[in-house]
């Protein structure tokens, strides 16, 4: 079955920076783009970034364009989030999913791992 697997978050002061990780299992990773989402309190799920199944495209929200870079490894079926100069607006559940198409609609994406808390000190 498909698995997906976040790992990495934590607590950090404003300006730090996460490496997040999703481990994927169970379908033909390289043939799906990969997504963060994060989801803060109160908020609804969001749109972070996106990468195609080779790699070679990526896609921001404008919030943390700039600041964070995903990238993926396709021989470890893995994707990464590197978040710099973290702000508290940042705090949320950050989740991995997967999709075969593009879309910044979270509600398009077919697979999901369980979260992890990114948590962002002033």
């Known amino acids: 079955q498909v698995q997906l697997v976040e790992s990495g978050g934590g607590l950090v002061q404003a300006g730090g920076s996460l490496r997040l990780s999703c481990a994927a299992s169970g379908f033909i990773f390289n043939m799906y783009y990969m997504y963060w989402a994060r989801q803060a309190p109160g908020k609804e799920r969001e749109f972070v970034a996106a990468i195609s199944g080779d790699g070679g495209n990526t896609y921001y929200a404008d919030s943390v364009k700039g600041r964070f870079t995903i990238s993926r490894d396709n021989s470890e079926k893995t994707v990464y989030l590197q978040m710099n100069s973290l702000k508290p607006e940042d705090t949320a559940v950050y989740y991995c999913?997967?999709?075969?198409?593009?879309?910044?609609?979270?509600?398009?994406?077919?697979?999901w791992g369980q979260g992890t808390q990114v948590t962002v000190s002033s």
């Open positions: 999913a997967a999709a075969i198409g593009y879309s910044r609609n979270v509600g398009a994406y077919n697979h």
